[in-house]
């Protein structure tokens, strides 16, 4: 486990994920590219499995390096890396990482799930002081003074299946919202993924939007969403009621209690739907610490029983621990390598890209035989020990 090589992620990636058409030609946009795309897109992903945070660092980190350890077959600088993000196709990029979760879910990664779950969820990236991009968004103090400029995304993970693997991202723009946004994104996932993909959508409250729920309902997805201050007529009905009426279900787990409560409610004014089922969740640790979160949901409960709704509403979190922080802090997700819209998308993508690749390759996924699942920094330490020095030298010098 420990001969880990750029080499063997590339192969693995090529043969047992058949991303080869994609890494050969990924949509190349440069009119006149000396450097073939295919060196620059791998080249790419070399930097993000070695969680170099800048196309500087990676070129100067590639080019030291052996071809035969980085299976990056020309030198380049980071003009070449940002020209070509910068031209890079987004649709193709998308494709593949779309594609890659049918292939695992045809591959019976998902299997052991009884239920495949979607997450969307928003987080913010990278601060910059111009404003060049798109996406830029202003930020100004109390006073109103311009401070600079933030980036806000939503992102789409695979969720609830013990494999959460990041699909997509969209930029939320300056006249835009989360849970506008959002709707973009549900609508482009369930296109690429096909409807019956997945069983559920799972949302923060911010998303609990009638038009946001809305869409979901009209692609066919079933939604479960948290409740909160946002929804006050429900959030005031549901506490009244679960407030007089005994949990539905309570069980203990390790040394926690569990008790649910579960029930039928009308639609608030602007919701579609001819009912709304809310289920409160609440777990008492030893020490008297009380965890608490209600949720609401168009799931029937003979499609899905309170517990396992429970459980699909906690999945969630990984889409936060296991999506934004492992990409914010193993991967530089939140760091702006090259301010231009087009190349900002791509650097996301790419990097929920490297994550996904990386999560299969150390689990082993689609290799025969009894391999222990691998440990990420064990691969990202094997990885830098496998770069040889360059013996000979090319006539381009990097950056
Ligand atoms: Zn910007």
């Known amino acids: ?123 913010g990236v990278g601060r910059r002081t111009e404003c060049r991009c798109p996406w830029c968004l202003p930020v100004h103090n109390s006073s109103g003074e311009l401070l600079g400029h933030t980036h806000k995304l939503v992102a789409l993970s695979i969720v609830g299946v013990g494999l959460p693997l990041l699909l997509d991202v969209e930029p939320i723009g300056p006249a835009d919202s989360e849970y506008v946004a959002g709707q973009r994104l549900l609508r482009r996932a369930i296109e690429l993924l096909g409807r019956g993909f997945a069983d559920y959508l799972v949302v923060d409250g911010g998303f609990a939007t009638a038009p946001f729920l809305h869409v979901a309902t009209a692609l066919g997805i079933p939604i479960i969403a948290r409740l ?31 008790e649910l409560w579960d029930e039928i409610f009308p639609p608030w004014e602007t919701l579609d739907w001819t009912s709304v089922r809310v289920l409160r969740y609440r777990q008492t640790k030893p020490d008297g610490t009380v965890i608490e979160a209600m949720w609401l949901t168009n799931m029937a409960k003979h499609t899905m029983g309170s517990r396992s709704l429970a459980r699909a509403a906690k999945a969630r979190w990984e889409i936060e621990n296991e999506g934004f922080n492992v990409a914010k802090n193993q991967y530089h997700f939140a760091v702006i390598r090259h301010h231009q819209g087009n190349s900002m998308l791509v650097q996301w993508l ?46 381009r010098a990097p950056g």
């Open 228 to 258: 909160k201050a946002n929804i006050p007529s429900l959030l005031q009905q549901a506490e009244q009621r679960f407030h007089l009426h005994p949990p539905c279900d309570r069980f203990e787990e390790g040394k926690d209690t569990f």
């Open 350 to 395: 790419m990097t929920v890209l490297a994550i996904d690749i990386e999560r299969l390759y150390r689990i082993r996924f689609l290799h025969r035989g009894t391999h222990p699942i691998m440990e990420s920094i064990a691969l990202w330490n094997a990885l830098w020990s496998s770069l040889e020095p360059r013996s000979w030298h090319w006539s």
């Open 1 to 123: 486990m420990t001969q880990a090589t750029l080499g063997g992620i590339k192969h693995y990636a090529r043969k047992s994920l058949r991303l080869g058409a994609w890494l050969d030609s990924p949509g190349d946009g440069r009119v006149a590219g000396v450097i073939p795309a295919r060196d620059l897109v791998w080249a790419s992903l070399a930097g993000l499995f070695l969680r170099i945070g800048s196309a500087l660092g990676t070129a100067r980190t590639l080019t030291k390096a052996s071809q035969r350890s980085t299976a990056v077959m020309h030198t380049f600088g980071d003009d070449a890396l940002h020209y070509f993000t910068e031209r890079m196709s987004v649709d193709a990029l998308r494709r593949t990482l779309y594609a890659l979760a049918r292939r695992a879910k045809r591959s019976k990664a998902f299997d052991h799930a009884a239920h495949i779950g979607l997450a969307i969820d928003g987080t």
